[in-house]
């Protein structure tokens, strides 16, 4: 690869584009990654530019929201803005700005020049190139180029393609056979024609990948998986070659030479409204303000003493927002009982190959490169009906728009096929091969785990570790409800990779010489948190001593009772209140196996906030799924190795999920993936919305809107932790990369410290609470 004097602007320009994981393991993606280093205000003012919306509500939004009272006048003081300004801004007419975004030639063209069709031509062309390129095993036919280099293919594909100029770009075969056959340079060539002196040249490579971000987003994840593992990618920069040869060939056939060059030049350079943008960021933080103080309130307010006796049984849990239902419940059924909070790979971070004939996939955050490979066996029947219907979900006969104009005659036949895979019939996982490690590796596995979740002493006679995985019906989406600290995938192989582990002898034996001595009446059993239906799988029943029966059955009562509340619990949001209690569980796994239904559960939606402290602090507070909920004891962490664990992991995982949730939420059209009724599966990795166009990113509609109100809010996460400030603090100058997360205001930090909690801001700690307060409600909704 030659190196350019554009290359250093060509990076920046990459590296703003977010990752986007295929189907197979969708994973929430924090959508502004690449802006994380700038100052949420000024990454709002960017993305203005590049794609016409900012991650902000609409001023009214804002104003309903203080004459209603979710924003106080204590919530502006706390920004340390002007409140009078503040009102004055909203109140004044004024904040109504148009929006001004960097056009390409393609949109200035179709606006301008009697054409209207160029920006849907070009992303079409592009989208059936990437789809062809990487296609995942769900066409017949292989194309040529597929699997090859990106640019490549396509610059030789292109040279002969009549296409373009049966649409009407002239010219255009001899335009791509000019360019260089690098793409860097041919960035570099493009850039000559296309960029005017004085325009922000990162802005405008970001707005040309901005017209193809699904697609562009895909590309990246293959980047971000390839740099894992120490090789270099440099498909995006191809990427951003190809968009800009349709933008250099049709600047060349209908705009050079002409005055209506000089007038797209000028539009190239729009100015937003910065100060106006940075008003409502001030407002944003303050409709943030108030969820924030009043949880600070509750958590001080907390400390129930759960006292030192034995536990009838542990059970440690996801930290997902969704276990926060169920662990309350089941700690009400069994008051004797302790949850504990972990992220749901239980610190097994291993690449699993399923009884399909897909590649091993990685059970573990994606942060992570896992280091042991395990698998499962299985027979041919089970092999052939899972390829069936992974065939039948990625065929066109399984989108919604086939479904409804079939109708009833093809009702009989999906009846058929989707028998079994209800989530009353969800198949408990075949066996799962012993750990392939050896004893050094699963005795460090296993000690790392333990210190991590807390869990060194006082052990029960059962330990539950239960992961946690979701069932839906004809759901291109249906991994992004599964667990993504197991890298999208339900949590149950981890879970019970722990659970053996943690059972093995020589492993007790080892773990005994290192100080956590594990006692011998002691099981581990695995589970699985069912989050459609709040059902929990007890996994290798056989393996449980018949000496621990009276405990199983204990644990297993109390989970029927945990998982019926928690039902009830979520219901109404459903739409399922109506349903009698006892019905309610018929009711959801009908829900969850309904090929017509779009929204099977609501997912993480409305996920506000994480808390690291002992769960004595966040016991009494109903917390209405809103929180992750991660065990962390400051006093047993004197070298700070797990605060920074939590720091560097989950609170950035929960980061990414927060925000892509505050994406799909705050500008749906650019940043989400659009009507679940109207997705298509494209190659195996992503939807289109409709026949054409690009891949669609982010969260369906249905999955923060309800079809008359949205039922996600965007604020931004606040992580809570309880530990000293100064420790905070020390963890944070030693990791940049997440400091800046806080420092930039993308995601917030409180240390519960002592009788007070602190918010970090501009780089110090500002008191938002003390114990003295008094909190409104133990019921944070």
Known sequence: ?????????????????????????????????????????????????????????????????????????????????????????????????????????????????????????????????????????????????????????????????????????????ASVAALPDEPYESIAKCLEILCPAGLEAVEFLHRQLTTVSGWAGHVQYRVHEDALRGMENHSLAGLLAIRLSYDAALFE?????????????????????????????????????????ELARGLLGGGVSQGGKRPSFQAVFCIDVRSEVLRRHLEAAAPDARTIGFAGFFGFSVAHQTTSDEPASSRCPVLLVPGITTGEACGGRTRAAAGSWKAFQNSATSCFSFVESMGLAFGATLAKRIAGHSSAERPAPVATDQFGADLDQRVATAEGALLNMGLTKNFGRLVLICGHGSSSANNPHASSLDCGACGGHAGDVNARLAAATLNDPLVRAALADRGIRIPADTAFVAGLHLTSTDEVAIFDRNLIPVSHASDLDKLTNALGIAGEAARSERAPALGESAVARGGLLKSLRNRAGDISQVRPEWGLANNAALVAAPRERSAALNLAGRVFLHDYDATADPDDKILTLILCAPVVVASWINLQYHASR?????????????????????????????????????????????????????????????????????????????????????????????????????RIASKEDPARSLVLS
């Open 253 to 293: 056939a209908f705009l050079s030479g002409k005055p209506a060059a000089d007038r797209w030049f000028l539009e190239s350079s729009p100015v937003v409204d910065e100060e106006g943008i940075s008003m409502l960021a001030l407002w944003q933080s303050a409709y943030e303000a108030g969820y924030r103080r």
């Open 1 to 173: 690869m030659q190196k350019t004097d554009h290359h250093p602007v060509i990076a920046e320009a990459l590296k703003r584009i977010p990752p986007l994981w295929p189907l197979r393991n969708f994973v929430a993606v924090n959508p502004f990654v690449g802006l994380s280093d700038q100052p949420y205000a000024k990454a709002c003012a960017i993305l203005e530019r590049v794609s016409g919306k900012s991650p902000l509500q609409a001023p009214e939004e804002y104003l309903k929201a203080w004459r209603e009272g979710t924003i106080t006048p204590q919530d502006i003081k706390e920004t340390g803005g002007s409140g009078e300004a503040m009102l004055a801004f909203l109140t004044s007419g004024k904040n109504h700005r148009p929006t001004a975004v960097i056009p390409t030639v393609a949109n200035f063209l179709d606006r301008g020049l009697s054409h209207d069709r160029w920006s849907a031509f070009v992303t079409d062309q592009i989208s059936k190139w990437c789809g062809v390129t990487y296609d995942d095993n769900q066409t017949t036919w292989r194309s040529p180029w597929h699997g090859g280099d990106l640019f490549t293919g396509w610059k030789a594909a292109a040279s002969c393609d009549l296409n373009p100029e049966a649409f009407g770009l002239r010219g255009f075969r």
């Open 666 to 766: 705050l500008d749906p059209a650019n940043l989400g993936s659009g009507n679940k009724t109207l997705h298509n599966v494209a190659g195996g990795i992503g939807v289109l919305e409709g026949n054409g166009g690009d891949l669609r990113n982010g969260l369906p509609m249905q999955s923060i809107h309800d079809g008359e109100r949205f039922i996600h809010e965007p604020r931004r996460l606040t992580v809570f932790i309880e530990a000293p400030r100064e420790r905070l603090a020390a963890v944070l100058a030693s990791q940049p990369s997440v400091r800046e997360l806080f420092d930039n205001q993308w995601i917030h930090l409180c240390a519960i410290d002592g009788e007070a909690c602190h918010l970090y801001q501009n780089n110090g700690w500002k």
